[in-house]
């Protein structure tokens, strides 16, 4: 029998229980449990056992429960053979499945710069490179001075951003460093307060340049090891340090798998979308129903003041995309006319893109915000005060990412924030812009109501749906719809903007842009078609369709158009792949229903079209193509 955790009173072994799902073979049914045996595991030394136990997990059955493959190669110049494990954890624990790929002590550089390295051939998705000062230290002479020591850096510094540049001109994904401490024993080797300052200052702009790497190479992203520092874990241990060469510790090499985990979910598109509050001891402090719209707690008590800080930590991250949401047992006149009179409330009914307030189960209400948003439950974050509430939704949604809050208001940010659910690579001018395009979507929804027909309302929108080639500028947003869109992702090839520009780099290879706007507002860019032409043959590498633009015919009018235009060029026919998922088995037809037949069957099918009977293009709405012109540059 597997071992079950007691969640109201925190009772567990998870070693036990991980060693009883092993021992039964890594049963399917018990691949969440198992999910949520690793997320629990806080610290490292339990994170580095279950790593170990998790070593001979069965793929098949973790990928059959909605698990996802990645490939991280851990390079560096200390050994760091525990990263190993953490990351198994970490990453197991999220969803992920990885193959591990450790390099040899101290050999970065080689790993880095030669091409035929064995990093190279493993070809990961996204590979670490831990450093710490002994990889300066190490190449300066016994005798240093504070002179010798930036020049050191300097150099260390110019080899790092070579080694950068070559990852990106060889390897694939993503190429992440850690910032390097500077350790108080190396400091104070120092003796003079004006020397040591010398230092501290080249050492922070040698940070600050490894920084700035970030910033300029897209492949490329930096951890800062003095924010983990500085939440208290210890930089090393000296007796492993010296005779293990274990120069960073356990505990700050599990907040860096963390991190890394977070960097992987994003790259593999499992970061979450939307942020699911209760209210009462939740946003403030009291129960709106006891204490009434004035005798809530906000800026009027020190505890109050603590709830505001959580609103205002909620409002910035929604500023940066995260949808907000209300689900809350409460009166609905009440609540929204707190919203409205409260001044000291930072959220306001405009912030939220949804308010679900009633008394039906809140596993119902999550169903239903699910639904209405276009968004599976693995999106939701869900934070609520009550442990009863966490269970009732935590077992009708074992998907749902639930957040237990305490009852010290002050806390509730760190609890937020060190879920590390909302990561992403990088940001870009459409999460600036979400949670106004969800808030019109519902004008969308009142048309809808009120058309007579389906037809009725596609014609009712005045749709425009621009076809185009990205520009530069476009290329994040084409990198991000690849890795964040999941249910019409028809291949489900996740690409960074590096591999974007290099899909683009290779000769008869070209990027569909999809924009739509129609009578109510500017979509944005929702959706692309991969594809390049060889041999007279159209080949549809990928076809990606944000989920906020469904039901519109736009992947249609998209889709035929491309036939049209490849008919027109002379290709004798057209290919198209289809990679069945857990979350885009609703499109598996797509290609059949738009004149396509099947060539090989399976998990992933293969089709061809022979451009002889391309179906009308929908008359609701209207095409406005330019990357033909696109084409046209390439070959000519």
């Known amino acids: 029998m597997i071992p079950r955790a007691n969640k109201s009173i925190g009772q567990t072994d998870p070693r036990a229980a991980v060693a009883a799902i092993r021992a039964a073979g890594w049963p399917n049914a018990q691949m969440p449990r198992l999910r949520e045996l690793l997320r629990g595991a806080a610290d490292a030394v339990m994170q580095v056992k279950l790593g170990k136990l998790c070593r001979t997990i069965n793929r098949e059955h973790y990928l059959a429960e909605g698990g996802s493959e990645i490939k991280i190669a851990v390079t560096g110049n200390f050994s760091c053979q525990a990263i190993d ?64 020591f930036s020049q050191a850096l300097v150099v260390k510094l110019a080899q790092l951003t070579d080694l950068a540049e070559r990852y990106g001109q060889h390897g694939s994904g993503l190429l992440v460093f850690n910032t390097i401490a500077l350790s108080g024993d190396t400091l104070r080797q120092r003796l003079d307060y004006r020397g040591r300052a010398r230092i501290s200052r080249a050492w922070a702009e040698f940070n600050a340049g490894l920084c700035a790497l970030a910033e300029r190479l897209a492949h490329v992203f930096i951890l800062d090891t003095h924010v983990l520092l500085a939440d208290g874990v210890a930089l090393r241990n000296a007796r492993l340090s010296f005779y293990a060469k274990l120069h960073l510790g356990d505990e700050l090499l599990a907040a860096i798998a963390t991190e890394v985990a977070d960097l992987a979910m994003a790259r593999a598109g499992k970061a979450r979308k939307c942020l699911v509050l209760d209210l009462d001891n939740t946003l403030w402090g009291g129960v709106l129903g006891d204490d009434g719209i004035d005798g809530i707690e906000l800026s009027n008590s020190a505890a109050g003041e603590a709830f505001v800080a959580f609103q205002r930590v909620i409002r910035r991250l929604a500023t940066q995309g995260v949808l907000l949401v209300v689900s809350s047992k409460n009166d609905d006149a ?27 189960p809140k596993s119902a209400a999550l169903a239903e915000i699910a639904g209405s948003l276009n968004i599976d439950s693995d999106s939701l974050v869900f934070v609520d005060d009550s442990a009863f509430e966490r269970a009732e939704v935590g077992a009708a949604h074992p998907d749902v990412e639930i957040l237990a809050l305490g009852e010290e208001p002050a806390e509730h940010v760190g609890v937020l924030l060190r879920a590390h659910a909302f990561e992403q690579l990088e940001l870009n001018h459409e999460d600036y812009l979400r949670r106004t395009r969800y808030k019109t979507e519902a004008k969308r929804q009142d048309l809808l109501k009120n058309s007579g027909s389906a037809d009725d309302f596609l014609r009712g929108l005045a749709l425009t749906l621009r076809l185009f080639p990205p520009g530069e500028g476009d290329l994040p947003r084409v990198s991000q719809l690849t890795l964040r869109t999941n249910q019409f992702n028809l291949t489900t090839q996740r690409m960074t903007e590096p591999e974007v520009r290099r899909y683009l780099d290779q000769p008869g290879h070209g990027i569909v842009a999809m ?120 070959t000519n």
């Open 85 to 148: 494990d953490l990351l198994r954890t970490r990453l197991l624990g999220r969803g992920l499945l990885p193959a591990i790929h450790m390099c040899d002590y101290n050999q970065y550089s080689y790993d880095l710069l030669d091409q035929g390295s064995a990093l190279y051939r493993f070809q990961p998705d996204l590979t670490l490179c831990l450093l710490d000062e002994h990889c300066v230290l190490d190449e300066m002479p016994d005798e240093w001075h504070p002179g010798q």
């Open 334 to 360: 009440n609540v929204r006319r707190l919203l409205a009179e409260r001044t000291d409330m930072v959220l306001k009914e405009d912030d939220f893109a949804a308010i679900y307030v009633g008394w039906e």
């Open 515 to 634: 924009h739509c706007e129609d009578r109510f507002g500017d979509q944005g860019l929702i959706g692309c078609v991969f594809y390049r032409v060889h041999d007279d043959v159209l080949h549809i590498d990928n076809f990606l369709l944000s989920c906020r633009v469904f039901s519109r015919a736009i992947e249609t009018a998209a889709l035929l158009h491309l036939l049209g235009w490849a008919k027109r060029l002379g290709c004798s026919e057209a290919s198209a792949w289809f990679v069945l998922t857990a979350k885009n088995g609703n499109f598996a037809t797509f290609y059949d229903r738009h004149g396509f037949e099947v060539v090989q069957e399976g998990d992933t099918t293969s089709y061809r079209h022979a451009l002889d009977r391309i179906g009308l293009l929908p008359d609701h709405l209207r095409i406005v193509a330019t990357y033909q012109e696109q084409y046209t540059c390439l």
